[in-house]
T-cell receptor
């Protein structure tokens, strides 16, 4: 298994600012992902964080808005840039071990409110 | 394109009874994995059960079982002997391979209410 820590757990941000969310895994993992979950909604994949290379973004998400870093096998960051109220959401970091059943492990999420 | 569908926005069940949460999926890949996750009001995502596309038998984990009907492309979750603590949001998910690794997509979710 993997234990994932995210910070901040919540924040209130002003329109036009940027915020970086950090994700730390307690063991080396093959895959790391960032999801967004808007209130009462499902999880939408933003991107796959690739170690040592550019992230792979899903349709509707772009690097300029959601830059992602993954310098090693246990750490990743997601930045939400030039925020607007529409970015108010929970951002979830997840990791897959690439073995066994391949389930995802999730952080506790970062709840962002943009005013 | 791959897709997960959960058509029950909300379900009610009496405590100690069994309940089935529906999930259908669509993919043309022969190899995929199906998952169920529970999300209580606290927001954490809890992995419940997994079914591989090549698995012959339905997966079971304690009170959870997955009714896998491959021809129908369905993967329903059955919770036996419901408990009050089962009240939560339940998401069906599918993992599939793509260049460079894999990807997991989620259904819209079903909110389960367990009545005392």
């Amino acid at each position: 298994s993997a234990v994932i820590s995210q910070k901040p757990s919540r924040d209130i941000c002003q329109r036009g600012t940027s915020l970086t969310i950090q994700c730390q895994v307690d063991s080396q993992v093959t895959m790391m992902f960032w999801y967004r979950q808007q209130p009462g909604q499902s999880l939408t994949l933003i991107a796959t964080a690739n170690q040592g290379s550019e992230a792979t973004y899903e349709s509707g998400f772009v690097i300029d808005k959601f830059p992602i870093s993954r310098p090693n096998l246990t750490f990743s960051t997601l930045t939400v840039s030039n925020m607007s109220p529409e970015d108010s959401s929970i951002y979830l970091c997840s990791a897959g071990l690439g073995q066994g059943s391949g389930e995802l492990f999730f952080g506790e999420g970062s709840r962002l409110t943009v005013l | 394109a791959q897709k997960i569908t959960q058509t029950q926005p909300g379900m009610f069940v009496q405590e100690k009874e069994a309940v089935t949460l529906d999930c259908t999926y669509d993919t043309s890949d022969p190899s995929y994995g199906l998952f169920w996750y529970k999300q209580p009001s606290s927001g954490e995502m809890i992995f419940l059960i997994y079914q591989g596309s090549y698995d012959q038998q339905n997966a079971t984990e304690g009170r959870y079982s997955l009714n896998f009907q491959k021809a129908r492309k369905s993967a329903n979750l059955v919770i036996s002997a419901s408990q009050l603590g089962d009240s939560a949001m339940y998401f069906c998910a599918m993992r599939f391979h793509r260049t460079g690794g894999f990807k997991t997509i989620f259904g819209a979710g079903t909110r389960l209410f367990v009545k005392a």
